[in-house]
């Protein structure tokens, strides 16, 4: 029995067959899909029904109960949200007290309100908290405090001092530190020279990889370099991520690329830029592709590829994680020319008002022209669907 198609899949099938021009017809739409015209007819005809019944208020009984169970837990979570607010205000407007949340995510926490609502509504990291949770007051903090009071007394003193003056003066108050442990601890108190300039923290580092790098090989002369090449499908993929501007703000793009036959296997449209984007690019090229274990994903460093999500999608499914180094395109060059292709053809061609008109445009080309129309010289001037049913039937006819 044939897999069913993802839901994200079917919605932009819908959405161009709704959206498409005059004399375009609905069997066209499917070809270009690669779905059954009479299957394409059917997803028409439910997004029809569901949205008049959307307009009349109808609704199934088992509609209405997953709606009442959805506003019984939004109301539950509208309480805790208040109670947190209400709290906290309370909390703040008490004199003479430090200003600490953790204790009141405490306290909040033993009076039944989850810490992950407590969390978001204040701001607050959880991991934070719960290392506070288990050593409220570390030695390396209890140090930290003291020579951060030495070199507040000596800043107090001298407000001319730069932080070498101020680390010596700490030094002969008895608290010995380097002169780079001092421009940090004066760097995130904002202590600076009254000549000297102001600094802020713009920049981001790129956290550690989590996977090695399978697809660097050191040639003869000791350079590392990549490659990406496969003698099936299903054995390596390539993931990334990409944005455009609309009117209506930014769009951004996951998509997931087998390198057999260069085809668009998954991807994935939302307006924000978060782990669930790069999940679902890869759940969806999964249903697509059925059985994928041992397929090896490549991605860059970016924290979406490195997020719990994405790392347990990848057990789940027993693949294989490669990720390249930072600041490094040649190390996911296969998915940049991708992502380069699109921009000629799609982003760059006019300016979009909505985020519907470019997905619509996004979608139709990657399904329409890139997979199936598109001819590539490395696949033999074959499309990625015509250079994959190629080869792939001599295998199946082997098998």
């Known amino acids: 029995m044939p897999k069913p198609y993802p839901k994200e899949f079917r919605d932009d099938v819908v959405r161009v067959a709704e959206n498409r021009e005059l004399g375009v017809t609905v069997e066209q739409i499917a070809n270009d899909f690669g779905v059954h015209p009479m299957t394409l007819t059917k997803w028409l005809a439910r997004s ?4 008049q019944a959307a307009e009349s208020g109808a609704l199934s009984p088992g509609d209405r109960d997953a709606e009442l169970r959805e506003l019984r837990q939004r109301n539950r979570l509208l309480e805790q949200e208040v109670e947190v607010l209400r709290r906290a205000a309370a909390y703040l407007g008490q004199a003479h007290l430090p200003k600490r949340f953790y204790p009141l995510v405490t306290e909040l ?57 101020l680390a010596d003066e700490a030094r002969d108050a008895g608290e010995s530190m380097a002169d780079r442990t001092a421009w940090r601890i004066c760097r995130d108190n904002g202590w600076w020279s009254a000549f000297g300039k102001k600094r802020s923290r713009n920049g981001k580092k790129a956290g550690p990889p989590v996977h090695d790098d399978l697809c660097a090989v050191v040639d003869e002369t000791g350079r590392i370099r990549h490659e990406f090449t496969a003698d099936g499908p299903n054995r390596l993929w390539l993931t990334d991520i990409t944005e455009h501007r609309t009117g209506e703000g930014k769009l951004y793009l996951c998509a997931v690329k087998d390198v057999f036959a260069n085809k668009i296997v998954g991807y994935s449209i939302d307006s924000r830029m978060k782990s669930s984007l790069a999940v679902r690019a890869l759940e969806n090229a999964v249903q ?42 040649g190390d996911n060059a296969a998915m940049e020319s991708f992502f380069s292709l699109l921009q000629k053809n799609v982003l760059n061609r006019r300016s979009w008002a909505t985020r519907d008109e470019l997905r619509i445009a996004i979608v139709t080309w990657i399904e329409r022209t890139y997979n199936r129309r598109r001819r590539q010289a490395a696949l033999g001037r074959l499309t990625p669907v015509e250079f994959e049913a190629i080869m792939s039937t001599p295998a199946a006819l082997a098998a």
């Open 48 to 51: 029809r029904a569901t949205r």
């Open 109 to 165: 926490a033993a009076d039944g309100i989850p810490v992950t609502v407590t969390c978001r509504v204040l701001k607050l990291s959880r991991q934070p908290y719960y290392r506070w949770l288990k050593q409220p007051i570390t030695n390396a903090d209890r140090v930290e405090a003291y020579r951060a009071n030495a070199l507040f007394d000596a800043h107090q003193d001298d407000a001319e001092f730069g932080h070498r003056l």
């Open 288 to 329: 697509m592709r059925g059985d994928v274990a041992g397929c090896v994903i490549h991605s860059d460093r970016g924290s979406q590829f490195r997020s719990r999500k994405f790392l347990r999608a990848i057990s789940r499914h027993r693949m294989v994680g490669s990720m390249g180094r930072v600041g490094a395109a």
